[in-house]
C-alpha cells in the first residue's frame, strides 16, 4: 500500500492543480479519492471547437494527472482479488458493464433500463439519494458516480474506508476520457480503447455534418418539479447542442446551469428552445406546458412564434452522457437544422414523443420519498 505521507503529498499538489483548474473555468474528467488519502485527478477540457480532432478531445496530457491514475493503477494491482465495485447511477452502471467490470452493488433505476449483467445484484439507492448503510454493508473497494453529483455525494463516501471517482459525464468527450482512465485503472486498457476507437469513428464522420450551416441560437432549459434553470455548454445536454453546432446563448460563463429570469432569456433572443428534465419528466412536461401558457412572456418570444419550442425525451437528453448520443443528435438535427417542411414535421414528431414518454413514465410513483425530498429541494 502506498505510504500515507506519500497520499497526502500526492493529494496537496493535485488538490492545487484542481483549485488552479477551477479559477480557470476548467472541469474535471475523474475525480479519484479515498477516505483518508484524498486523491484527486483533475483535466483541463477546454473548448470543444467544432472540427477539434478527436485526439485533441480526448487526449490525457497532464502530467499530474497522469501520475494519479497511475498511482490508482498501482493500488488496484496490488489488491489479491479484483476490486469490489459499486455503481451509483445508470450511466456509470452502463460503462462499466462495457469495461467487463464486476459489481457487487448497484444503483436503483427508476426510468433508464439497468444492464441485464447486474439486475439482480443488491441495489443501493438512486443516483443522488444512494442509501450509505446498504453500500457500507457490501463493503466496496470502489464507489463510482458522475461527476455532477461530486458535492452532494462525497461527504457520504467520505465517511466509509472506500475509494471512489467521480466521472466526468457533462459531455461525451468527457465520458470518453473517464473510460481510458477506468480502462487504465481497473487493467480494461483493450475494452476502453474499443469504445473510443468507436467514438472515433462516429465523430470523424459527423463534426462536419453541419459544418457551413447558419448557427441557431439556442436557449436550453432543465426542468425540475415546480422550476428550471438554464443549462449551459458544460452541461450534457448542451455538450449536445454544441457537438451538433448550435451556439447555446448562455455559454461561455464556466458553469454547468445558471438560474435566469425570463425577462434575461428575452435579451438572447434564442431561434429555438429546448425543454429537458433533471428529473421527474412526468411532473416537468406539465410545469413546462402550464408555464408556457400561463406567463405571458413567453408569447413574445421568436422561438414561441415560430414555433420553435421542443421537448427532450429524458432517456436521451438526462443529466450524463450515455453511449446513446448519436440518437440524441439525430433527434436534435431536423429541430437545430430544419432545411424541409419534413424536417419541421420530425421535429415536432420527437417533442411530441418526449412528451408523450414523459407522461406514460410514472416516474413520480416509481421514485421513493427520500429522492423525491432530494429532487425537489
Same mark, same amino acid.
Given at each position: 500500500?502506498?505510504?500515507?505521507?506519500?497520499?497526502?503529498?500526492?493529494?496537496?499538489?493535485? *488538490?492545487?492543480?484542481?483549485?488552479?483548474?477551477? $479559477?480557470?473555468?476548467?472541469?474535471?474528467?475523474?475525480?479519484?479519492?479515498?477516505?483518508?488519502?484524498?486523491?484527486?485527478?483533475?483535466?483541463?477540457?477546454?473548448?470543444?471547437?467544432?472540427?477539434?480532432?478527436?485526439?485533441?478531445?480526448?487526449?490525457?496530457?497532464?502530467?499530474?494527472?497522469?501520475?494519479?491514475?497511475?498511482?490508482?493503477?498501482?493500488?488496484? *494491482?496490488?489488491?489479491?482479488?479484483?476490486?469490489?465495485?459499486?455503481?451509483?447511477? $445508470?450511466?456509470?452502471?452502463?460503462?462499466?458493464?462495457?469495461?467487463?467490470?464486476?459489481?457487487?452493488?448497484?444503483?436503483?433505476?427508476?426510468?433508464?433500463?439497468?444492464?441485464?449483467?447486474?439486475?439482480?445484484?443488491?441495489?443501493?439507492?438512486?443516483?443522488?439519494?444512494?442509501?450509505?448503510?446498504?453500500?457500507?454493508?457490501?463493503?466496496?473497494?470502489?464507489?463510482?458516480?458522475?461527476?455532477?453529483?461530486?458535492?452532494?455525494?462525497?461527504?457520504?463516501?467520505? $465517511?466509509?474506508?472506500?475509494?471512489? $471517482?467521480?466521472?466526468?459525464?457533462?459531455?461525451?468527450?468527457?465520458?470518453?476520457?473517464?473510460?481510458?482512465?477506468?480502462?487504465?485503472?481497473?487493467?480494461?486498457?483493450?475494452?476502453?480503447?474499443?469504445?473510443?476507437?468507436?467514438? +472515433?469513428?462516429?465523430?470523424?464522420?459527423?463534426?462536419?455534418?453541419?459544418?457551413?450551416?447558419?448557427?441557431?441560437?439556442?436557449?436550453?432549459?432543465?426542468?425540475?418539479?415546480?422550476?428550471?434553470?438554464?443549462?449551459?455548454?458544460?452541461?450534457?445536454?448542451?455538450?449536445?447542442?454544441?457537438?451538433?453546432?448550435?451556439?447555446?446563448?448562455?455559454?461561455?460563463?464556466?458553469?454547468?446551469?445558471?438560474?435566469?429570469?425570463?425577462?434575461?432569456?428575452?435579451?438572447?433572443?434564442?431561434?429555438?428552445?429546448?425543454?429537458?428534465?433533471?428529473?421527474?419528466?412526468?411532473?416537468?412536461?406539465?410545469?413546462?406546458?402550464?408555464?408556457?401558457?400561463?406567463?405571458?412572456?413567453?408569447?413574445?418570444?421568436?422561438?414561441?412564434?415560430?414555433?420553435?419550442?421542443?421537448?427532450?425525451?429524458?432517456?436521451?437528453?438526462?443529466?450524463?452522457? +450515455?453511449?446513446?448520443?448519436?440518437?440524441?443528435?439525430?433527434?436534435?438535427?431536423?429541430?437545430?437544422?430544419?432545411?424541409?417542411?419534413?424536417?419541421?414535421?420530425?421535429?415536432?414528431?420527437?417533442?411530441?414523443?418526449?412528451?408523450?414518454?414523459?407522461?406514460?413514465?410514472?416516474?413520480?410513483?416509481?421514485?421513493?420519498?427520500?429522492?423525491?425530498?432530494?429532487?425537489?429541494?
Amino acid at each position: 500500500m502506498m505510504n500515507k505521507n506519500v497520499q497526502r503529498r500526492l493529494w496537496l499538489i493535485l *488538490a492545487l492543480l484542481a483549485m488552479a483548474l477551477a $479559477a480557470s473555468s476548467l472541469t474535471g474528467c475523474v475525480d479519484q479519492n479515498r477516505g483518508d488519502s484524498n486523491e484527486t485527478i483533475t483535466e483541463a477540457e477546454g473548448s470543444e471547437a467544432d472540427h477539434e480532432s478527436t485526439t485533441t478531445l480526448l487526449e490525457i496530457d497532464d502530467p499530474q494527472e497522469k501520475a494519479a491514475v497511475e498511482a490508482a493503477k498501482k493500488k488496484v *494491482a496490488a489488491m489479491d482479488e479484483e476490486p469490489r465495485i459499486v455503481a451509483t447511477s $445508470a450511466a456509470t452502471a452502463d460503462i462499466c458493464d462495457r469495461l467487463n467490470l464486476d459489481l457487487v452493488g448497484i444503483c436503483k433505476a427508476t426510468i433508464s433500463d439497468l444492464p441485464k449483467e447486474y439486475q439482480d445484484l443488491p441495489q443501493v439507492g438512486t443516483a443522488m439519494a444512494p442509501d450509505m448503510e446498504i453500500v457500507a454493508s457490501l463493503n466496496p473497494d470502489w464507489i463510482l458516480s458522475p461527476a455532477s453529483l461530486q458535492a452532494d455525494q462525497q461527504p457520504k463516501y467520505e $465517511a466509509i474506508d472506500t475509494d471512489w $471517482a467521480f466521472l466526468n459525464l457533462r459531455s461525451v468527450p468527457g465520458m470518453y476520457r473517464s473510460i481510458q482512465e477506468l480502462g487504465e485503472i481497473f487493467d480494461r486498457k483493450e475494452e476502453a480503447q474499443k469504445m473510443v476507437d468507436e467514438f +472515433t469513428e462516429f465523430y470523424d464522420e459527423y463534426r462536419d455534418n453541419n459544418a457551413g450551416k447558419e448557427k441557431p441560437k439556442v436557449l436550453v432549459l432543465m426542468g425540475l418539479p415546480g422550476s428550471y434553470i438554464i443549462a449551459t455548454e458544460n452541461s450534457y445536454v448542451g455538450s449536445l447542442v454544441e457537438l451538433a453546432g448550435g451556439e447555446n446563448v448562455y455559454a461561455g460563463t464556466g458553469q454547468e446551469f445558471l438560474t435566469v429570469n425570463t425577462e434575461d432569456m428575452k435579451t438572447k433572443e434564442p431561434d429555438v428552445i429546448l425543454r429537458a428534465a433533471h428529473a421527474l419528466p412526468d411532473q416537468v412536461v406539465e410545469m413546462f406546458k402550464e408555464d408556457f401558457e400561463t406567463n405571458d412572456i413567453w408569447k413574445h418570444f421568436d422561438a414561441v412564434k415560430e414555433d420553435r419550442v421542443y421537448d427532450l425525451t429524458y432517456e436521451l437528453f438526462g443529466m450524463s452522457a +450515455t453511449f446513446r448520443y448519436p440518437e440524441a443528435l439525430e433527434v436534435l438535427q431536423p429541430m437545430l437544422y430544419p432545411e424541409s417542411k419534413e424536417d419541421q414535421k420530425k421535429a415536432k414528431k420527437n417533442s411530441e414523443k418526449a412528451t408523450k414518454a414523459a407522461k406514460d413514465s410514472e416516474a413520480t410513483e416509481k421514485t421513493d420519498e427520500e429522492t423525491l425530498k432530494e429532487t425537489t429541494k
